[in-house]
């Protein structure tokens, strides 16, 4: 259900990697979620195969897999903004709940043998967006749950979780199809939502809700949005994401089809296939830290990527079960941990503030390329044959090894990355309103002109501060006429918003901003001024037109 990594090379100084197991409420979420994970893959093993029995067209065996990871593209994004904004024990509950009244519905559908392609796809579809709902809140709750010392562990034992139920959950699923039928798969796993459920019913979260009104659905997901986009490392990890699932989505999605028809064996071949790719990710995911700690994140995601693109290509072109499996186990192990590695990027260089938000859209470009590349690949085995397509995805997977050459993965410790606000007092002396705006705000710098240079260089620092945070149209002038006065400017839509700006910055961005101050020589500070703008027509003859009062804010606190 979920795809998470440790970095933690100080796990083994905090009691190694099963010590987060000793906080009773970690304990029974995790415990709880490796039954969901087991219900999930045994549902891809029920609805792949059943594909195979409704439908010979390989395509839409593939479209299953696209079915599974669709709502993950799609859902995540807006379910990480809601788990910013709301309570994330009450999302993570609602995700579960329709999971598992969707599964049920598709369970009865089956038994009653009413089901059909296109019906099997929309129950995948309407599952994978419950489960979607509920995966970014349960990732970025994690460090509620665990103290500070074990949230690496923590992070890690997420994969070993998943993992542990992908290294038995699909034999087990091919052993239910072959004894009792699809509709048993999509019953279990049903019934498997249900512990995990009662486990976050019974979590007591300390929610602490922001003193600022939470923004709407829209607009948060755009902030998220906007903070990736001026995040040049965020950016890095979710490209690379995005075309690593595109170029190995056949090593699942066409899967059943490799069981089937090169392999010429059933379900419980499919099933072991799936097993055998999942014992090599646990295998892998314990092997991480070790590796990441060795050769670095950039360099160990490189050598996965042609791990799995080389061992692809062996797939292609063998018709031998053990090679198969063997291979199997060499990709899932690859696989993992460049999912990982990816993940804990993301984790460790987002803001707490955006955490599920990054979490939610490194989630979408990765199940979004192993969504879009099962289609693709998929697609194209009708004409090309199904050994020619595996061959040219495994590939593919090779040559995202360029990527890293041209932007590289970032390497941050996940110092600096709490959110620390700002303590200066704002004096305003207008009735406000959140919605009042646009707001402008400029700040003045004295620089030395001799050091005009590097002042600039810091400064365009700043500015990604700024944009991530959310700014707009940033700009920095030098007067004309006294050539060491500088003014930064950039706007906010309205005043809410520029509070909540203002509730974001880390200590790293705080650090930046005092390498840009260090260069000023008044010894006032910066003197800073805020405005707000007044379009044509928005004063009156004789008085200014008030604000409207509802949710009136006169902000003198930090």
């Known amino acids: 259900m979920q795809v998470s990594d440790s970095g933690q090379a100080a796990s083994a100084a905090s009691g ?49 897999q696209t079915a599974l990871m669709l709502p993950l593209m799609l859902v995540a994004v807006p379910a990480g903004a809601l788990a910013d904004m709301f309570d994330r024990r009450k999302i993570a ?146 490209a690379r994401a995005f075309l690593f699932g595109f170029a190995s989505a056949p090593l699942s999605a066409l899967a059943p089809l490799i069981a089937k028809d090169q392999l010429q064996g059933n379900a419980g071949t499919y099933g072991l296939m799936l097993g055998a790719a999942g014992v090599g990710a646990v295998f892998g995911a314990l092997q991480i830290a070790r590796l990441r700690k060795a050769i670095g994140t950039e360099r160990a995601v490189r050598l996965m990527a042609l791990g799995t693109g080389a061992f692809m290509v062996v797939i292609a072109f063998t018709r031998s079960e053990a090679v198969v499996l063997t291979a199997m186990f060499v990709t899932g192990a690859c696989s993992i941990m460049s999912y990982s590695m990816l993940n804990v990027g993301v984790q460790l260089t987002a803001p707490r503030w955006v955490t599920a938000r990054a979490l939610s859209l490194f989630s979408s470009a990765l199940t979004g390329g192993i969504a879009i590349g099962s289609a693709v690949w998929g697609a194209a085995v009708a004409p090309y044959g199904l050994p020619l397509v595996f061959a040219v995805s495994g590939i593919a997977v090779i040559l995202t090894v360029i990527v890293g050459f041209i932007s590289p993965l970032p390497h941050s410790d996940g110092e600096g990355q709490d959110t620390i606000g700002l303590d200066n007092e704002v004096a305003v002396s207008l009735d406000l309103s ?63 918003d520029y509070l909540r700006m203002r509730d974001r910055y880390t200590m790293a961005d ?15 500070g910066t003197r800073v001024r805020r405005w707000l703008e007044r379009p044509y027509g928005s004063v009156r003859w004789q008085a200014d037109s008030p604000d409207p009062k509802v949710g009136t804010i006169n902000y003198m606190g930090p």
């Open 16 to 64: 190694g990697t099963f010590a987060p197991l000793r906080e009773k409420t970690f304990r029974r979420i995790w415990t709880s979620s490796l039954f969901s994970n087991f219900g999930q893959l045994i549902l891809g093993v029920g609805a792949a195969w059943e594909m195979t029995k409704l439908s010979n067209d390989p395509s839409m065996v593939a479209l299953v």
């Open 434 to 496: 959140m919605r009042s705006g646009p707001v402008c705000v400029e700040i003045e710098y004295d620089v030395d002109p001799e050091h005009a240079r590097n002042f600039y260089d810091v400064m365009r620092r700043v500015q990604k501060v700024r944009m991530r945070n959310g700014g707009f149209n940033w700009t920095i002038s030098r007067d004309i006429g006294a050539s060491n006065i500088w003014l930064e400017r950039y706007h906010c839509p309205t005043w809410g």
């Open 510 to 524: 705080s650090d930046t901003q005092a390498e840009a101050d260090a260069f000023n020589r008044s010894g006032h």
């Open 93 to 238: 509950l609602t995700g579960l709940a329709f999971a598992a009244v969707s599964g049920a519905a598709l369970s009865a559908l089956a038994f009653a043998g009413l089901t059909t392609p296109w019906l099997l796809l929309a129950f995948c579809v309407l599952i994978g967006a419950g489960v979607s709902l509920y995966s970014p809140s349960w990732q970025a709750s994690i460090g509620e749950q665990v103290s500070n010392e074990h949230l690496p562990a923590a992070i890690a034992l997420g994969t070993i979780s998943y993992n542990l139920a992908r290294s038995f959950g699909p034999a087990l699923g091919g052993l239910v199809v072959l004894a009792w039928g699809a509709q048993a798969a999509f019953a279990i796993n049903a019934a498997a939502y249900v512990p995990l459920w009662i486990a976050f019913l019974f979590w007591t979260r300390r929610h602490v809700p922001s003193r600022l009104p939470p923004e709407r659905l829209d607009r948060a997901i755009v902030t998220g949005a906007r903070y990736a986009l001026h995040a040049p490392q965020i950016r890095s990890v979710l």
